[in-house]
């Protein structure tokens, strides 16, 4: 019973990790999938939302020789709804619009930048956010060794597969919502021209459309999704540290992996490839204990969730390179329900 | 057509270069409203480039662009397109992954649901406007006579399909001028009559096509006037025999 509650709680934490990853890829799958904007910078969004939750939600800690130090706010000025702080949802929303302004001021200069050009722009301006800005400011980040004791929306003390279940859940919620407002959007109006201009821009241009705009759009849109998922990574997480322990390009091309993957352009085969990354990890740190195996396997085990992506990968671009699902025919479809006159 | 009506689109001095190339030098010259005006001239005359300047694709670095006597140059594309100037690619450049309908529903300005508030919420009023553009798309592929393929995704289309499905997205935004680059290259000869039929029959009900074309026959035949280019500006203008004819003109394409 103990046991069986153990891996309960284990398979929510598990679950709760698909789920921020999710958050990511439904949000690159809009950038990339519909738009055709290659965002290599994943790992700064996220990271930023992610630090920006985490000062929410935390009170702030002076700096001292011993300790950086960070920014943070008194908690007793946020006060309860229903028993849960709305510290955090004001941490989510602050770790949104962080990310999507940083976006904005990161893609007026770059956006007309070609795809691979803006690939590069976007994965080295996320780099120094997080390298430079992030690590480097101690008093304001906590520096290298980041914030901790970063709170939980829903804590039950020793129970602790409650406080793991009830987390999975609101994730869950959260991922569906943001499914089916991502699935409105993207077959409306606005997605068939957010793919015209991932097909052509330069038609697009020529039939009149602000392609800059759209483009933009998208991306801030994108980014902020990515921000709110940050948000998230750091409740569950309970803390965030700076590069290189999180928020590396390892970040953003596992949530790329997850896109090619299930199936650029399609929601649900994103969804379902939000699996594959989090359950190679898991795998592969449970790997040694389900299969009781010894050294040096049970070190080396570790790494085979990279062996792994790559010969899935390699599979996926010579036998589907669509995608285990591959992009809906027809872009707009009339939505169930419509209101005003 | 009273030669005192002032031209619907205007160019006065415009200059391009590309380096060291004058790709359009100084060129001035004007359409009418209501005619199919060619364009023609050797390889790198200047035509295309001409185009891409109206269009907005270019700024030119002097001259001007009129419509209606209205400053066009320098504006963006798209707001060139909703002053109601459209072009076409030489090599036509269809949204592949999106059907054919889709191609010339995306097409279609000022479209409510292109925002993404108005889509996510779901208005009644851009959904309906959704049908009415539906409906006028159908129309239009009828009229091209792709109305069978409107479901086939665009690229499973025939090179001259696809130079048809172009003129057709451009009918979508109802445009003053449309500029026509090569409408009818590489197109057999069924699809290019089809295809200057419906231009003609456009030109009839008050549309105005400027038109790049090679096609010595389809020049004569279909050109209501001609503008002859060399080395980035006009030579030659007027009745396609007269063009034809103009000493000038054949020294340009002889090298003479």
Sequence with gaps: ?341 | MSTAEPPILETKGVTKTFGGIRAVDNCTLAIRAGEITGLIGPNGAGKTTLFNIIAGLYAPESGSISLRGERIDGRPPFEIVEKGIVKTFQIPREFRNLTVLENLMVAAPGHPGERPLAALIGWRRVWDREDEIRKKALEVLSLVELDRLSDAYANELSGGQKKLLELARTLMVDPKVVLLDEPVAGVNPTLTGKLLRTIEELRDKGSTFFMIEHDMDVVMKRCDRVIAMHQGRPIAEGKPEDVRQDQRVMEAYLGG
């Design chain 1, 1 to 341: 019973m103990v046991e069986a509650i153990g891996i309960l709680a284990d398979f929510a934490r598990f679950g709760s990790l698909v789920g921020i990853f999710a958050m990511l890829a439904l949000a690159l799958n809009l950038q990339w999938g519909k738009t055709g904007l290659f965002n290599a910078g994943i790992a700064g969004f996220w990271g930023l939302g992610a630090y920006v939750a985490s000062m929410v939600v935390t009170n702030p800690v002076p700096s001292a020789l011993a300790r950086p130090g960070h920014w943070g706010i008194d908690q007793t000025a946020f006060p309860s709804l229903l028993g849960v702080s709305t510290a955090f949802s004001v941490g989510i929303i602050l770790a949104a619009i962080v990310a999507g302004v940083l976006a904005l001021l990161i893609a007026i200069p770059t956006m007309r930048l070609r795809a691979d050009y803006f690939a590069i722009a976007t994965l080295g301006l996320s780099e120094i956010v997080m390298n430079v800005f992030v690590k480097n400011l101690p008093g304001i980040t906590g520096g290298v060794e980041g914030i901790t004791q970063v709170p939980r929306p829903f804590e039950f003390g020793r129970e602790a597969w409650k406080t793991e279940l009830s987390y999975f859940l609101l994730i869950l919620g959260v991922v569906i919502v943001l499914f089916f407002l991502l699935e409105r959007l993207v077959r409306s109006p606005w997605g068939r021209v957010l793919t015209a201009v991932r097909e052509d821009e330069d038609a697009a241009q020529a039939l009149g459309k602000d392609t800059f705009s759209l483009k933009l759009q998208a991306f801030v849109l994108g980014a902020g999704i990515m921000g709110m998922s940050g948000a998230f990574f750091a409740f569950w997480l309970r803390g965030v540290s700076p590069p290189p322990n999180l928020f590396t390009a390892v970040d953003t091309f596992g949530v790329w992996v997850i896109v090619i993957i299930g199936g650029s352009g399609n929601n649900r085969g994103v969804l379902a490839g939000a699996f594959v990354v989090p359950f190679l990890e898991f795998f592969s740190v449970r790997a040694k204990d389900w299969f009781s195996l010894v050294e040096p396997l049970a070190t080396q085990i570790f790494y085979f969730r990279l062996i792994a992506i790559g010969v899935v990968l390699i599979l996926l671009i010579m036998w589907r390179p669509q995608g285990i699902f591959p992009e809906p025919k027809f872009v707009a479809k009339r939505p169930r329900w419509v209101i005003g006159r």
